[in-house]
């Protein structure tokens, strides 16, 4: 199994017409079921034109209406991002994937009060994420195909790179992953830690899952005291920046440390207390998650 998304998933892209947009859509045409998937492109200066064989439509509701898409992913530049969010939230799509970083934490507000107050039950994925990916399935983002091998363990990010490494890690040792989910690393996004890992939780073919957080805000701890009393699997983490100093940020706009309970140790020590196997070492997770799988 996997979660939000499999071989029958439909998809649109919004942006296709853009550099970014037309290089990830076809990398993602490309692997497994792309070609079934990928049916939709917006944009509303381009429609009616063809790009590999998509047809692009002047807006998602057209698109969703002529093609049955029901996700969509935004490679849309940031100045308009934040109105395609909320378009395709618009037309009520079931899932919309938004890599673009660099929108406007006030342009986030808004669209996340416009899902609010609309009662919208759109699952937002970013934005500044890698997308997901169901190996051997589908690829919805920007995340490398080949590293991706088919297994039982859950992955779940803020960071893409790390959710590569991780992944890569998986995969050498035999394991491989059923689902691998990039929340991105903004401070005001969609779907947080607690969120996927439910779903994993709820999983047949999950057997166990792999956190892994960053310096900065509430959600690697939130999730840890759910994870204690609830999650059936076992639990695997890190958190990016140990040694981090006070009031740096990492790359990302959500990780920057503004008290004493977001630092990296801060979250390792509540992870642990909850019953989450950690690692201060990315490069030891692989061989961790190995070593009390077959232990168990």
Not at 99 to 107: A, H, Q, S
Not at 133 to 153: A, F, L, N, S, V
Not at 209 to 237: H, Q, R, S, T, Y
Request: net charge negative; hydrophobic share 45%; aromatic share 4%.
């Amino acid at each position: 199994m996997s979660i939000l998304i499999d071989k029958n998933t439909k998809v649109m892209t919004q942006g296709i017409t853009g550099k970014t947009g037309q290089f990830h859509t076809l990398g993602c045409l490309n692997y497994a079921n792309g070609k079934n998937c990928f049916v939709a492109g917006v944009n509303p200066k381009k429609a009616g034109e063809i790009f590999e064989g998509i047809p692009i439509f002047a807006t998602v509701k057209e698109a969703k209406e002529k093609t049955a898409a029901s996700v969509s992913v935004i490679y849309v530049p940031p100045a308009g991002a934040a109105a395609a969010i909320i378009e395709a939230v618009d037309a009520e799509l079931d899932l919309v994937i938004c890599i673009t970083e660099g929108i406007p934490v006030r342009d986030m507000m808004m669209v996340k009060d416009h899902m609010k107050k609309s009662n919208s039950k759109t699952l937002l994925l970013g934005p500044n994420c890698p997308g997901l990916i169901t190996p051997d399935e589908i690829k919805i983002g920007i995340m490398p195909g080949h590293i991706h091998r088919r297994g039982q363990i859950g992955v779940v990010s803020r960071s893409g790179t790390l959710t590569y490494e991780a992944v890569a890690q998986l995969s050498s040792l035999g394991l491989g992953v059923s689902s691998a989910v990039g929340i991105g690393g903004d401070p005001i996004n969609g779907l947080k830690h607690l969120d996927v890992i439910k779903m994993f939780n709820d999983d047949d073919e999950t057997d166990a899952i792999v956190m892994i957080g960053e310096i900065g805000g509430p959600d690697e701890v939130n999730a840890a005291l759910w994870i204690k009393d609830n999650c059936k699997k076992p639990v695997f983490g890190f958190i990016a920046g140990v040694t981090a100093p006070a009031g740096k940020r990492m790359g990302h706009a959500g990780a920057l440390v503004s008290g004493g309970d977001d630092t990296a140790q801060a979250k390792l020590a509540v992870m642990e207390a909850c019953g989450i196997t950690v690692t201060k070492n990315l490069s030891e997770l692989g061989e961790l998650v190995q070593r009390a799988l077959v232990a168990a």
